[in-house]
């Protein structure tokens, strides 16, 4: 009996769009159809083996798990391969080897209910051996030279795909730093000509109408200057971080065509330079570090929250946050660990 809830054909078609997707722009229209076209196989006959076999008795959640695994996996070695400078004859053997240990692997862990984060240890640990020696063998065989051998052996598509991420997320951070600063020079020169303006009685006007404004009504004033001047898309990023009703309360401030002229050019400035000293900066990545940003939303954000927001990622991203709660710092590359954390934070 199929397994019930788990339609392999439709969730093999979904892993092979998302391929399709994310395949690199620079590799050529026939390497990105080799990675395509092998993650949809594999995933499809795992499925498929999975769900034929009425002795395994899976839950459609764990015939997810394991063929999403050796999605995955198909997905990230097939561009190693590519860009290792092996002749793509070869390919398929070392994939096939590949895919067929991480479907044994994943299943005999599956049946013996080994936790989730250890499974996922052993699948890795056990493509890069099988992905090496295939490496190896082509070596003895005389296929491929040393260089050859030490370069396909260094690729690593998931770290290279994790610091470009996080290079991109600086520069947006860069970016929208830059940008703030410079709306704070301006709006330091609009003020400057505003006291200027201020010579009649009147003028004292402008001061008066911050009375009565709370001080975190001035704050998010202030913040709502800055927003007035970023895409939509950083403005949903950081709108996302209040609660509704401070969200709300901001959008309404940035639709103030006269927002500036309700406000104290000094108090302005005070708002603004508070906001300045809470702009993202570069720091350091280090292990350390990640935890204890991991950490610090732990302890703030209830687990179920957290586990809420994973529920869709993939198994190495779950079997890290698990990791994480209990101070542990799983063999997952620092530059991928540095954007998960991010992603949770600014997920929550």
Not at 49 to 59: I, K, M, R, V, Y
Not at 230 to 245: G, R
Not at 333 to 344: F, S, T
Request: net charge negative.
């Amino acid at each position: 009996m199929p397994i019930k809830d788990f339609d392999y054909k439709d969730f093999a078609a979904n892993m092979t769009a998302q391929a399709k997707e994310l395949v690199p722009k620079d590799l050529e229209d026939r390497e990105k159809e080799y990675i395509v076209k092998t993650l949809g196989n594999f995933t499809l006959l795992a499925g498929e083996a999975l769900s034929n076999d009425t002795q395994l008795n899976l839950t459609a959640d764990q015939a997810v798990f394991i063929t999403q695994v050796i999605a995955e996996w198909s997905y990230h070695k097939s561009i190693d391969l590519i860009h290792s400078g092996i002749l793509p004859q070869y390919w398929d053997s070392i994939m096939q080897k590949i895919a067929f240990t991480i479907f044994e692997v994943a299943k005999q862990g599956v049946i013996r209910n080994i936790p989730q984060d250890q499974l996922l240890q052993a699948v890795e640990h056990h493509v890069i051996k099988v992905y090496n020696s295939g490496i190896e063998e082509l070596q003895k065989k005389g296929i491929i030279d040393e260089e050859v051998k030490n370069r396909a052996e260094s690729q690593s598509n998931i770290d290279a795909m994790a610091k470009q991420a996080q290079e991109e997320q600086m520069r947006q951070r860069q970016v929208a730093a830059e940008e703030a600063e410079k709306n704070m020079e301006e709006a330091q020169k609009r003020r400057e000509e505003r006291r200027k303006n201020r010579r009649s009685p009147g003028a004292a006007a402008d001061v008066s109408q911050t009375e009565g404004i709370s001080n975190k009504q001035m704050k998010l004033m202030s913040l709502a200057l800055v927003l007035k001047i970023l895409s939509q898309d950083k403005v949903t990023t950081i709108l996302n971080k209040f609660d509704s009703k401070d969200s709300l309360a901001i959008s309404q401030y940035m639709n103030m065509a006269d927002l500036e002229s309700k406000l104290d050019g000094d108090l302005i400035s005070n708002c603004l330079k508070e906001i300045k000293e809470y702009l993202p900066i570069k720091r350091k990545l280090t292990k350390e570090n990640v935890l204890a940003d991991l950490l610090r939303i732990y302890r703030t954000t209830p687990r179920e929250r957290i586990e809420k927001v994973i529920k869709n990622e993939r198994p190495l991203v779950k079997r890290f946050i698990a990791q994480a709660y209990d101070g542990e710092y799983s063999e997952l590359p620092l530059k991928v660990a540095g954007i998960i954390a991010q992603y949770v934070e600014d997920s929550i």
